[in-house]
């Protein structure tokens, strides 16, 4: 399962949250499903919804704009290690070990084959 991550603008984690298969929405008002103290962001500022196997990043038409990697977006599919940035609030988009082991398998790789090849790598 992936993980949105809120930074500081030195880059330590503030707080995480799990991203899951229901849409998880974030801003600074009762009604957003991650409420952030920052004045420069919308109520709903922006959504992560699953699309396919992945997911995507929804601006929910916030006045101050949703970024990632440093674009403004209106929606875009979220790869791991994207940067978000809402308002002056910083976040990262990560994959957890559980969408790791999922995306081996589909590529038939097993975990204790890529378990195996790290492990060997030590070894050297």
């Given at each position: ?28 008002g ?54 978000i940035?809402a ?38």
């Amino acid at each position: 399962m992936p993980y949105l991550i809120q930074k500081n603008a030195n880059g330590t984690v503030v707080r995480q949250w799990d991203v899951t298969m229901k849409p998880l929405s974030l801003g600074r008002g009762e009604q957003a499903n991650i409420q952030i103290d920052d004045e420069e962001l919308s109520r709903v500022h922006f959504t992560i919804l699953p699309e396919g196997d992945g997911f995507a990043i929804q601006d929910e038409k916030s006045t101050n704009g949703t970024y990632v990697n440093g674009k403004r977006i209106t929606r875009v599919t979220l790869k791991p290690n994207d940067r978000i940035r809402a308002g002056q609030t910083l976040f990262s988009f990560v994959d957890g070990l559980s969408t790791v082991i999922r995306k081996l398998e589909k590529e038939d790789r097993h975990y204790s084959t890529f378990v195996k090849k790290l492990t060997d790598k030590d070894k050297k």
